[in-house]
């Protein structure tokens, strides 16, 4: 029994959670239904830029990577229960979530736009005080608990907004008409635009940046439980290497056709 304790102790000593010292593994939280970003088949197997994230820094940490698929609202959460060791979901760094967890460096980064019909009043608009002007009273799509909904509660207050659990559900109804516009990064309305149902669409002209407003975060993070310091540490400092060496910037051409990562700050 004391020889246990000590093993754990040394687990512990290098930065380890308790499952990770059991299994030697670290469980990632991940939304799986936000492609590019995160996608998860039947068999639960997780692909995209996420994965890939996730697959190099275990690999940095020399421990297993486990993908728990869970909905994006209940990302923290679920975090915060111990359901798994981090998230990397795409997910913004901002205020309001630093007050539930923390959160890594910084190691990526994507504008910002809104969708529209072809051919309507909205594809038209080519600045951004027009464009938040035209969004008064009209339906827009956009997924819950994002940053992106943050941003259109403070900067659209009379929009309509309509809130979604996954990204399909928000592209369902607005091929469908049921919204008039949808709000996310430039990646997720690319893969719409991509499919069939997206053929009379096309991305308004008004790229908006993450570090333009603070309810769109500070770049995309991994995010750690505020009492698992040690591991932030260790993130960290992967992560920094993973930026420099250029393997986070491949896997992001590779899925997004560019370079979105961020260099440590």
Same mark, same amino acid.
């Given at each position: 029994?004391?020889?246990?304790?000590?093993?754990?102790?040394?687990?512990?000593?290098?930065?380890?959670?308790?499952?990770?010292?059991?299994?030697?593994?670290?469980?990632?939280?991940?939304?799986?239904?936000? *492609? *590019?970003?995160?996608?998860?088949?039947?068999?639960?197997?997780?692909?995209?830029?996420?994965?890939?994230?996730?697959?190099?820094?275990?690999?940095?940490?020399?421990?297993?990577?486990?993908?728990?698929?869970?909905?994006?609202?209940?990302?923290?959460?679920?975090?915060?229960?111990?359901?798994?060791?981090?998230?990397?979901?795409?997910?913004?760094?901002?205020?309001?979530?630093?007050?539930?967890?923390?959160?890594?460096?910084?190691?990526?980064?994507?504008?910002?736009?809104?969708?529209? *019909?072809?051919?309507?009043?909205?594809?038209?608009?080519?600045?951004?005080?027009?464009?938040?002007?035209?969004?008064?009273?009209?339906?827009?799509?956009?997924?819950?608990?994002?940053?992106?909904?943050?941003?259109?509660?403070?900067?659209?207050?009379?929009?309509?907004?309509?809130?979604?659990?996954?990204?399909?559900?928000?592209?369902?109804?607005?091929?469908?008409?049921?919204?008039?516009?949808?709000?996310?990064?430039?990646?997720?309305?690319?893969?719409?635009?991509?499919?069939?149902?997206?053929?009379?669409?096309?991305?308004?002209?008004?790229?908006?940046?993450?570090?333009?407003?603070?309810?769109?975060?500070?770049?995309?993070?991994?995010?750690?439980?505020?009492?698992?310091?040690?591991?932030?540490?260790?993130?960290?400092?992967?992560?920094?290497?993973?930026?420099?060496?250029?393997?986070?910037?491949?896997?992001?051409?590779?899925?997004?056709?560019?370079?979105?990562?961020?260099?440590?700050?």
């Amino acid at each position: 029994m004391k020889l246990k304790s000590l093993l754990l102790t040394t687990f512990f000593a290098a930065g380890l959670t308790a499952a990770q010292a059991a299994e030697g593994e670290l469980s990632i939280g991940t939304e799986g239904a936000y *492609p *590019p970003w995160s996608m998860a088949d039947a068999a639960g197997n997780v692909t995209g830029f996420d994965a890939d994230v996730g697959n190099l820094l275990c690999a940095k940490l020399e421990l297993k990577c486990r993908f728990v698929v869970q909905a994006f609202d209940g990302l923290i959460p679920a975090l915060k229960a111990k359901r798994f060791d981090v998230i990397i979901s795409g997910m913004s760094i901002t205020e309001d979530r630093r007050k539930e967890i923390d959160f890594s460096i910084g190691y990526a980064e994507l504008a910002n736009m809104f969708v529209a *019909p072809k051919g309507s009043d909205l594809a038209g608009i080519e600045d951004f005080d027009s464009l938040i002007k035209a969004l008064d009273g009209r339906k827009i799509g956009v997924q819950a608990g994002t940053t992106h909904a943050h941003y259109l509660e403070k900067n659209a207050p009379n929009a309509d907004l309509k809130t979604y659990d996954t990204l399909d559900q928000m592209q369902i109804d607005l091929a469908s008409g049921r919204v008039e516009t949808a709000f996310s990064d430039v990646s997720a309305l690319d893969d719409f635009l991509a499919k069939p149902e997206g053929k009379d669409f096309q991305l308004v002209d008004v790229k908006i940046a993450s570090s333009s407003d603070p309810t769109l975060g500070e770049g995309i993070g991994v995010g750690i439980a505020k009492e698992n310091t040690d591991l932030k540490t260790r993130v960290d400092k992967a992560l920094c290497e993973l930026v420099a060496d250029g393997s986070i910037g491949k896997a992001s051409e590779t899925w997004f056709k560019t370079d979105i990562s961020r260099p440590c700050q």
